[in-house]
T-cell receptor, first 115, second 111 residues
Framework: SAVISQKPSRDICQRGTSLTIQCQVDSQVTMMFWYRQQPGQSLTLIATANQGSEATYESGFVIDKFPISRPNLTFSTLTVSNMSPEDSSIYLCSVFVGGASTEAFFGQGTRLTVV | QKEVEQNSGPLSVPEGAIASLNCTYSDRVSQSFFWYRQYSGKSPELIMS????GDKEDGRFTAQLNKASQYVSLLIRDSQPSDSATYLC???????????FGTGTRLKVLA
């Protein structure tokens, strides 16, 4: 596995503001993913963060709302923009570790509450 | 719409019993199957992965895959109260890196 660190672990934000979540991995990884887990729900993939190119967004998620950066093979950020209470969720980054492995490992998550 | 279905539970089993968690998936060409454990307020933790039909054992955990029936299960032997958590089934389709997660089954192991 790998050590995947997310910051912040939690935050309470005012509606209309933005929050940037950081994900740092202790080894170089090719594939990095951002998920959302709404209260009582399962995980939904927001986007795949590709190093050196634009992120690939899933249906229902757009770059203007969830801009993603991936400046290198160990780091990514997800910004939740112009937040509303409906954005209150846990946001998780996930990586595949080790060569051809497609086993996904998760950071500890960011619990976001929008008030 | 590709789907992964799980019974939400809670599934209650006495300590020491076998807990059986089930998952069905709709995409027939799915290639890889995963079980994650998620404690309340924590992130998912990978327990098992399985890629071929049959059983795969790791300690107290056994994953079972039947691609013809589009069914994957997780057995937990000698269940402990510390096994109480939500268990998420995830499926990765052919030719994609994307996971589709089920909604999870909440397991309660009663001491």
């Amino acid at each position: 596995s790998a050590v995947i660190s997310q910051k912040p672990s939690r935050d309470i934000c005012q509606r209309g503001t933005s929050l940037t979540i950081q994900c740092q991995v202790d080894s170089q990884v090719t594939m990095m993913f951002w998920y959302r887990q709404q209260p009582g729900q399962s995980l939904t993939l927001i986007a795949t963060a590709n190093q050196g190119s634009e992120a690939t967004y899933e249906s229902g998620f757009v770059i203007d709302k969830f801009p993603i950066s991936r400046p290198n093979l160990t780091f990514s950020t997800l910004t939740v923009s112009n937040m509303s209470p409906e954005d209150s969720s846990i946001y998780l980054c996930s990586v595949f570790v080790g060569g051809a492995s497609t086993e996904a490992f998760f950071g500890q998550g960011t619990r976001l509450t929008v008030v | 719409q590709k789907e992964v279905e799980q019974n939400s539970g809670p599934l209650s089993v006495p300590e020491g019993a076998i807990a059986s968690l089930n998952c069905t998936y709709s995409d027939r060409v799915s290639q890889s199957f995963f079980w994650y454990r998620q404690y309340s307020g924590k992130s998912p933790e990978l327990i098992m992965s399985i890629y071929s039909n049959g059983d795969k054992e790791d300690g107290r955990f056994t994953a079972q895959l039947n691609k013809a029936s589009q069914y994957v299960s997780l057995l937990i032997r000698d269940s402990q109260p510390s096994d109480s958590a939500t268990y998420l089934c995830a499926v990765r389709g052919s030719g994609t890196y994307k996971y589709i997660f089920g909604t999870g089954t909440r397991l309660k192991v009663l001491a």
